[in-house]
């Protein structure tokens, strides 16, 4: 892990509309918006949809991707409500036991440990957000990547992803390992603000 400064944001004001960019205005404009804080993520402006914007750091990684400590990385996200009661709190947990010093294998003990003792909520049917960011840097090899949505489904659901022709990719982000969760996605052709963007 580089030092905590290299993953923290000086600007709230940068945050706060680099986590918005994560999804057109008519939604993130209405949501709450997180900011990353030396102990966690807290509220930095309260929102009225139901939706929640954040900027991912690269702990949110696979456990194994060479980025897991990138501290260059910033992940724009914006979670539907379903998204924000299921998912979020799997944000909060892994940033919860990074910023306690642990290391990427002690992550993973415990969160296998609170899924087992059901600390964490189930995953809710709906569950989806948005990856439409302009500015993500998603790590050093993909950078900008492409505008996507993410859809979160049990790991016993197949929608043809990776397959020839097949608009959707199975994001490795969880894939199971160990939280319960597929992470379908699906390329948005737009980026937030409404330019075209390219191709994969």
């Known amino acids: 892990m580089a030092s905590l ?3 923290l944001m000086a600007d709230r004001a940068e945050e706060i509309a680099l986590a918005r960019s994560a999804a057109p205005a008519a ?7 997180l900011v990353l804080e030396a102990h966690g993520y807290v509220t930095a402006v309260e929102g009225k949809n139901g939706f929640v914007c954040a900027v991912e750091r690269a702990w949110m990684s696979p456990f194994d ?12 996200i914006c979670f539907n409500p379903a998204a924000a009661r299921s998912i979020l709190p ?3 947990k892994r940033t919860a036991l990074v910023l306690a010093g642990q290391s990427r294998e002690a992550i993973k003990a415990d969160i296998e440990a609170a899924l087992a003792a059901r600390q964490l909520p189930p995953l809710e049917s709906g569950a989806m957000s948005y990856m439409m960011s302009k500015q993500a840097f998603l790590d ?3 950078g900008h990547w492409i505008p996507h949505l993410m859809f979160y489904t049990a790991t016993n ?8 022709g097949s608009p959707i990719m199975l994001n490795p982000q969880f894939h199971g390992s ?3 969760v597929n992470v379908f996605m699906i390329p948005a052709g737009k980026w937030s603000d409404g330019t075209v963007a390219p191709s994969r």
């Open 157 to 164: 659901v197949d929608w043809g992803a990776d397959q020839a």
């Open 178 to 180: 160990p939280e319960p």
């Open 90 to 92: 799997m944000t909060y």
């Open 5 to 7: 400064t290299e993953y």
């Open 140 to 142: 050093d090899r993909a």
């Open 27 to 33: 939604i993130s404009d209405a949501a709450t918006v």
């Open 65 to 76: 991707a060479p980025q897991f400590w990138n501290p260059k990385l910033r992940g724009p």
